[in-house]
């Protein structure tokens, strides 16, 4: 043998077969025939520190990885949990790696811990696994379906096909993250937890020591290293998005609602300042229409002057108030001479202008504290408060004079004559009227164009009259 060959195969580390899962990333896998996840580092590790080369035997599945370790071809294990059915053919190293097993389920699931309250619920679990062993032996009553992977086990659990799932954490999340299982979550921890250790096949207890010693002598930073590097977790979301949605929704319809109602009531109060206006100016127009109203109830439609209505109410006033106060009052009767001649001769509306033109004359002319009516046809009165017999003669006069002065158009000179009567109380107004109507008449008697006064003598109560003419 040459020198160099003999050299190198002196420093070589014996020669270990090993057996992986080949399919429970991010524990150990194979992927492109590398062995790649934690163990796979472990193992470079623990060779360095126990001096072994390992080498790798390639199986399909943890089944045939199983079967390879009985039968002797691999002779260790790299990563797996220790069981009273792998004790019968395997030694296991002191773990090196502890993780939880989960429970997970469809999101409708309550939260489980521990398999107490399984019920008779179908929980998943991979044939072989230790956890399906475990269950099996403690829970013999809970419903059991054993799959061929974790992979496996999940879909059924998306599909409905089974309750819950049982697996490791580190597994079973990254396996829900990469394939996308948004229905599913982890629902609880699992007993008993991962206690994850290197395996030898047989009695090789001298094997066994060199494993335990370089397990032993791990530095701490190797473990948080491998477990970084291997596990990229990002935590499912436990907070339960529904309670999200419905505070959401209901804050959505309670904004909404507002709005409405914001909307309603502003829409409602534009109507209303507009039905208000339409009030306003119908109130208006009310308001308007009665004061024509109590204007057009007191007033000569012709003449504007105040109507006999009017006229006798306001007398009455008077009458009241001269009794009271012990004031003299007056009224005088002015009749138009010959207005029906007008009529005839210039027509209707030429005798109305009359009447109008009249009525202006005897307005302007009054005092102020006099009131004037038409009385009816072509007749008017005139009521003097605070006036004594002379000076209403006085007044009459006056007015006689401005008529006989007055051009009328169309008609040109008009004379009236006149009754006047001082209130002689406590006589009606009937009977002050009558007077005042007879003083008239005697008036128009004696010639027209002229004023007669009605003079009582109160003391005897008699109904007869002295006529002056004047
Ligand atoms: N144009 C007009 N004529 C009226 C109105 N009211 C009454 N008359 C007329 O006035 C006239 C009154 O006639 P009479 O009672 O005979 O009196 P008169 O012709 O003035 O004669 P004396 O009073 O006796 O001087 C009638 O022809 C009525 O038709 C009116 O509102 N307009």
Redesign the pocket.
């Known amino acids: 043998a040459n020198a160099s060959t003999a050299t190198s195969e002196e420093f070589a580390y014996p020669t270990v077969t090993y057996c992986i899962d080949p399919d429970w990333m991010p524990y150990e896998a194979i992927r492109n025939n590398q062995h790649v996840g934690m163990s796979s580092d472990y193992i470079i590790y623990i060779g360095v520190l126990a001096e072994l080369d390992f080498q790798l035997v390639k199986t399909k599945s943890w089944s045939e990885s199983l079967e390879k370790l009985k039968s002797g071809e691999c002779q260790v294990a790299s990563m797996l949990n220790r069981s009273p059915e792998r004790e019968r053919y395997l030694r296991f190293t002191q773990p090196f790696f502890v993780g939880p097993n989960v429970l997970v389920s469809n999101v409708e699931q309550a939260f489980f811990q521990g398999y107490e309250n399984i019920g008779t619920q179908v929980v998943g679990a991979v044939a072989q696994y230790r956890q399906a062993e475990y269950i099996d032996n403690y829970y013999p009553h809970i419903n059991l379906k054993l799959v061929e992977n974790e992979l496996a086990g999940l879909r059924l659990l998306a599909d409905g096909d089974i309750d819950l799932f049982v697996g490791s954490l580190l597994s079973v999340n990254a396996l829900i993250q990469k394939s996308g299982f948004s229905n599913l979550r982890i629902a609880g921890l699992a007993e008993p937890q991962d206690q994850l250790s290197m395996a030898v096949s047989n009695d090789d207890i001298e094997l066994l020591n060199k494993l335990n010693v370089a397990i032993s002598e791990l530095p701490e930073w190797v473990h948080a290293d491998i477990y970084k590097q291997w596990n990229n977790v990002r935590v499912i979301e436990e907070v339960d998005y529904r309670y999200f949605w419905i505070a959401t929704s209901v804050f959505l319809c309670i904004i909404i609602l507002g709005v409405w109602r914001q909307l309603l009531v502003s829409r409602y109060n534009k109507k209303l300042t507009l039905k208000n206006q339409q009030l306003q100016t119908l109130q208006k127009e009310l308001l308007e229409n009665n004061q024509r109203l109590e204007f057009m109830s007191v007033r000569d439609p012709?003449t504007n002057m105040y109507n006999r209505h009017f006229m006798q109410d306001r007398a009455a006033q008077e009458k009241q108030v001269s009794q009271r106060k012990n004031l003299p009052v007056c009224l005088l009767l002015i009749?138009?001479?010959?207005?029906?001649?007008v009529?005839d001769q210039f027509g209707?509306s030429a005798?109305?202008a009359v009447?109008v033109e009249l009525a202006t004359l005897i307005c302007s002319t009054i005092r102020n504290m006099d009131v004037a009516a038409r009385w009816g046809?072509?007749e008017f009165i005139v009521l003097c408060p605070k006036t004594t017999l002379g000076e209403a003669i006085y007044l009459a006069k006056r007015l006689k004079n401005q008529i006989r002065q007055h051009e009328f158009t169309e008609v040109g000179r008009m004379t009236c004559s006149f009754g006047v009567a001082e209130y002689l109380g406590p006589e009606s107004f009937v009977d002050w009227f009558d007077r005042t109507d007879k003083a008239l008449y005697a008036a128009?008697n004696t010639g027209?164009d002229r004023i007669h006064a009605s003079c009582v003598e109160l003391t005897e109560k008699t109904e007869s009259e002295k006529l002056d003419s004047v």
């Open positions: 012709l009749d138009i001479d010959f207005f029906k001649a009529n209707h005798g109305d009447l046809g072509e128009k027209r």
